[in-house]
């Protein structure tokens, strides 16, 4: 067996926790052969909760789960710790505005950031969920300048995996069939959801989506925003936001991170913008990206016309703004 690595999730009483805890504690992540020491991270006021989670995890009496550290101190939850999932933030509240809510979560991006400078290993890989997600991995990254920028990515796999069930449905085939969907952008409702460089395999051929589908207008249009609108929609019929499926993505993020891609596939990750596509430099931006030894690369020479191009601005424009208020309300 190999050692046991620590990994820390945050917001482990909350909803998104309460599924992801089990995939990774069972292997889905880092391995059927990798033991892990779970840290798990939430506010004093849910202590008592906490200690419900950590009973629940030892009675799946799981293998590979060594250990598991509860706590509401950021220090000792990034204490060693190899991988990150920051997935606890202030959530919406009735009559908040959009600037109040960044600027609680991106305080508490702050915080997490100097602990997991201090406290965590230095090629430790931080998967940000918490809205704000990109803004909120920007500012988590600016507190720990002795960590890699390239160590801090935002999650918009729950984005690339709606739309690629989206086209698979729309075409008839199975999920697995749709490749290279991506999502650009802002976690938000101004990202952009792009096939135009995706394929998708009907019977034994492998045929651009365009098409597969058959309807420019579609993809231009409405699967754009039934993907951009796809997390209200479940809010909508739930009462409650996305919870399992958001689970399963950050699992596939950290899993592809942690494995890399197969060869000819990219992924959607918010990654810290060199300028590629002209996308302004130092936002967090998703963008596709290829992972080799635990390092991604962002794909270069996609299709991108004019209309792509209208998309990207629109969501850069939010990501820096976003980055603009956030900084401002660190520096208070
Ligand atoms: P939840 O409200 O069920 O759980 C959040 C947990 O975080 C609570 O237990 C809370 O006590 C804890 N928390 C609050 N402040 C904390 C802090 N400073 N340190 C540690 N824990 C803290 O929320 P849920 O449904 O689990 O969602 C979590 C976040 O994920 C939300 O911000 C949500 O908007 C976001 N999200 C992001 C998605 C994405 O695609 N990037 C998709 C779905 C949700």
């Known amino acids: 067996m190999a050692e046991p690595i620590r990994v820390c999730i945050t917001g482990a009483c909350g909803q998104i926790a309460y599924s992801i805890?089990?995939?990774?504690?069972?292997?889905?992540?880092?391995?059927?052969?990798?033991?892990?020491?779970?840290?798990?991270?939430?506010?004093?006021?849910?202590?008592?909760?906490?200690?419900?989670?950590?009973?629940?995890?030892?009675d799946c009496a799981l293998p590979l789960l060594v250990q598991v550290v509860p706590t509401a101190d950021p220090n000792v939850a990034f204490k060693d710790v190899s991988a990150a999932f920051l997935v606890g933030s202030m959530p919406r509240k009735e009559g908040m505005e959009r600037k109040d809510l960044l600027s609680?979560?991106?305080?508490?991006?702050?915080?997490?950031?100097?602990?997991?400078?201090?406290?965590?290993?230095?090629?430790?890989?931080?998967?940000?969920?918490?809205?704000?997600?990109?803004?909120?991995?920007?500012?988590?990254?600016?507190?720990?300048?002795?960590?890699?920028?390239?160590?801090?990515?935002?999650?918009?796999?729950?984005?690339?995996?709606?739309?690629?069930?989206?086209?698979?449905?729309?075409?008839?085939?199975?999920?697995?069939?749709v490749k290279n969907v991506v999502i650009?952008?802002?976690?938000?409702?101004?990202?952009?959801?792009?096939?135009?460089?995706?394929?998708?395999?009907?019977?034994?051929?492998?045929?651009?989506?365009?098409?597969?589908?058959?309807?420019?207008?579609y993809l231009e249009n409405d699967f754009i925003t039934t993907i951009q609108k796809r997390g209200a929609a479940v809010i909508a019929a739930r009462k409650m936001s996305s919870a399992m499926s958001a689970a399963k993505a950050a699992s596939d993020h950290m899993h592809d991170w942690w494995n890399g891609t197969e060869n000819g596939k990219w992924v959607s990750m918010g990654v810290v913008s060199d300028g590629s596509y002209g996308v302004p430099k130092d936002i967090v931006f998703s963008f596709p990206v290829t992972i080799e030894n635990k390092q991604w690369k962002i794909v270069q020479g996609l299709t991108v016309d004019d209309f792509s191009r209208s998309k990207f601005a629109v969501t850069a424009t939010e990501l820096l703004e976003e980055k603009e208020e956030a900084t401002a309300v660190c520096k208070l």
């Open 184 to 217: 650009w952008g802002n976690h938000s409702a101004t990202q952009f959801p792009d096939v135009k460089n995706a394929t998708v395999k009907v019977g034994n051929v492998e045929k651009s989506v365009y098409d597969a589908v058959g309807d420019s207008s």
């Open 21 to 58: 805890l089990y995939m990774i504690a069972k292997g889905d992540v880092f391995g059927r052969d990798q033991p892990l020491i779970l840290h798990l991270l939430d506010i004093p006021p849910m202590m008592g909760v906490l200690e419900g989670v950590v009973m629940e995890l030892a």
């Open 104 to 177: 609680a979560n991106v305080k508490i991006f702050k915080v997490q950031g100097e602990a997991l400078d201090k406290y965590a290993k230095k090629d430790v890989k931080v998967l940000v969920v918490g809205n704000p997600a990109n803004t909120n991995a920007f500012i988590c990254s600016q507190y720990a300048p002795s960590i890699p920028r390239e160590n801090f990515t935002a999650m918009t796999r729950l984005d690339q995996n709606r739309a690629q069930a989206n086209i698979a449905a729309k075409v008839g085939v199975p999920v697995e069939n």
